[in-house]
């Protein structure tokens, strides 16, 4: 009986080594690959053209992290172990900052006027090396928006050796993040500098398009202005010849009263001249 036990002991004990050498490493594959092509799937759907691409997974495959850069749509695209994406503009970066064991160390921000604000990136691996054991390791990005500010990267969620592979790999991720996010910031403030040239011109533009219109209206102006004065001569011409017609009817009466002309010639003239009027 003692022998019997002891057998499905032994078996059972094979079991569960049979199970955590295989079985739930290839069950843990099957579903990395399942979430990659939802990944896939996520990324070509919302049309997110990667340029740039940083990955943390540490030894045991428990956390992750992704951060992407879209360079065509301005954007950066990040995903912590939830597997879920969120985008961010580039105009809404606003800074970047390593947390270790919730101490900042290292970073980068835009300061008010534009420019950029940054911390030594070898501060980074220094503080790493000068600790013991690290039990947090973040990468925070933040961004205007009053809703989300930040948005985390929880690389380290445990006490791990400064010297480990995930510590190493954490740092590595954090440098290639803040690096990225300062030339985003530098970017941002190159291309706000180059719309405040943009705008005077814009100005310009539409100074140039207001003489245009002025012109116009001018131009207008003097053909109305031709047009009176043509008529107005027109009109007096036609004046000018009334009365020179009227004066010839008055002529032609004194020459009827004082008996130079006949009746009928009286008639004819002036029916000649009432013509011409």
């Given amino acids: 009986m003692g022998e019997f036990f002891g057998l499905l002991f032994v078996a059972l004990c094979i079991g569960m080594c049979v199970s955590k050498c295989f079985v739930e490493p290839h069950k843990n594959k099957v579903e990395r690959d399942n979430e990659k092509l939802v990944k896939t799937a996520w990324l070509q759907n919302n049309y997110v053209s990667t340029s740039i691409r940083y990955v943390f997974n540490n030894t045991s495959n428990t956390v ?12 950066i695209v990040v995903a912590d172990t939830s597997n879920h994406y969120t985008i961010i503009p580039f105009s809404k970066v606003i800074g970047c900052e390593i947390l270790i064991d919730s101490q900042a160390s290292g970073g980068v921000g835009r300061a008010i006027a534009g420019g950029i604000l940054a911390g030594g990136v070898g501060a980074i691996v220094g503080a790493t090396t000068e600790k013991k054991k690290i039990s947090s390791y973040k990468v925070a990005i933040y961004r205007n928006n009053l809703n989300h500010p930040q948005f985390i990267f929880n690389l380290i969620k445990e006490l791990t050796p400064p010297n480990s592979p995930d510590i190493t790999q954490a740092v590595e991720f954090a440098q290639n993040v803040i690096a990225s996010i300062k030339a985003i910031i530098a970017h941002s403030a190159d291309y706000n500098k ?12 539409l100074h140039k398009q207001e003489k245009q219109e002025k012109i116009k209206e001018l131009v207008f102006v003097l053909k109305k202005i031709v047009e009176i004065k043509t008529k107005d001569s027109h009109n007096t011409t036609k004046k000018d010849t ?13 020459l ?11 008639n004819q003239k002036r029916a000649e001249i009432l013509k011409m009027l």
């Fill in 256 to 266: 009827f009263n004082a008996g130079l002309i006949t009746a009928d010639e009286y």
């Fill in 194 to 205: 180059s719309a405040n040239v943009i705008q005077p011109l814009n100005n310009i533009n």
């Fill in 64 to 75: 992750s992290a992704e951060y992407l850069v879209d360079k065509d749509k301005q954007n």
């Fill in 242 to 254: 009334y009365i020179t017609e009227k004066d010839r009817i008055i002529k032609l009466n004194d």
